[in-house]
């Protein structure tokens, strides 16, 4: 049986600030699942290697400086593997997350309904529109404190996989070939410098396209996850691998929800419902 998987959950939070109720998820995903890392899922995939009963995946996107300062301790502690997808531009400097600083200039509200609508144009027509803002803005420049090469380093010798999330961020069903291969190129030469692992991705925002899957195959991406709230079943595609949103807030009954599966099921209900509510 090629890449045929009873069930796998992989879990994609982004930061971790409620350390309280993170280590409520890790102490009941550990005592009910066997976390295993992307590398065994990469052996598994490539090699054919077995998986554990009961497999489980956490990762954390973007490279949030709270995944070090909160997540890292609790992971030590339960001595679980987690996978950290990091935007190789931003690594050393206090370049803000461009959603962030949308939000940023525009304001909360104003600013997070323009991040949305932002992310369905051409990744060009965004570039054009963050140098306008910055431009016309009264505000100082946003800056972030940004993971550096050796919090990274640290995290990858207690059990994270530093893996790829893209070098700026772009929506990939937005990109041109060209800048998919600068993505790709960019990114991937900067994670093999510093010893990271430049050929497991995370697509930004779960975006993809077919375009988009030719280039990744093309430079040698062996495992691309999405970010479509589903549960792993059956044969995997290993450029379009499944994973389940969840926050370092989420409730321990509602993790244990989404990880039964019922939760994707009950999801698109839910959104029907309410869409129908506002009408
Ligand atoms: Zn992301």
Redesign the pocket.
């Known amino acids: 049986m090629k890449n045929n998987i009873k069930s796998l959950c992989i879990l994609a939070y982004?930061t971790v600030r409620d350390s309280k109720n993170f280590e409520a998820h890790l102490s009941y995903l550990e005592e009910n699942y066997s976390v295993i890392s992307v590398e065994q899922l990469r052996q598994f995939i490539c090699n054919k290697t077995k998986l554990p009963k009961n497999p489980l995946i956490i990762t954390f996107?973007?490279g949030d400086l709270s995944v070090y300062e909160n997540a890292l301790p609790l992971l030590k502690k339960y001595r679980l593997p987690a996978t950290l997808?990091v935007?190789t531009d931003l690594i050393n400097s206090h370049k803000p997350f461009w959603w962030e600083e949308i939000e940023y200039y525009l304001g909360k509200e104003e600013g997070n309904k323009k991040v949305w609508e932002v992310k369905d144009w051409k990744n060009i027509e965004l570039e054009k529109f963050l140098l306008e803002l910055r431009k016309q803005s009264n505000k100082p420049a946003m800056r972030c404190q940004q993971l550096s090469t050796a919090q990274l380093k640290e995290m990858q010798a207690s059990g994270f996989t530093i893996a790829n999330?893209s070098h700026t961020?772009p929506m990939f069903n937005n990109c041109t070939r060209e800048e998919l291969e600068a993505e790709l190129k960019n990114s991937k030469g900067q994670l093999e410098e510093l010893g990271f692992t430049p050929d497991i991705f995370?697509y930004?925002?779960g975006n993809y396209s077919r375009l988009s899957e030719t280039v990744l195959e093309s430079h040698q991406i062996k495992v691309a996850f999405l970010f479509d709230h589903k549960i792993n079943r059956g044969k995997i595609n290993p450029l379009r691998i499944s994973r389940l949103a969840v926050n370092d807030h989420t409730p321990l009954w509602k993790l244990k929800l989404i990880l039964s599966g019922w939760h994707t099921k009950i999801l698109p209900i839910t959104r029907t419902l309410s869409k129908l509510r506002k009408k």
Do not use: I, L, T
Request: net charge negative; glycine share 0%; hydrophobic share 30%.
């Open positions: 982004h996107d973007d997808f935007v999330h961020h995370a930004p925002n």
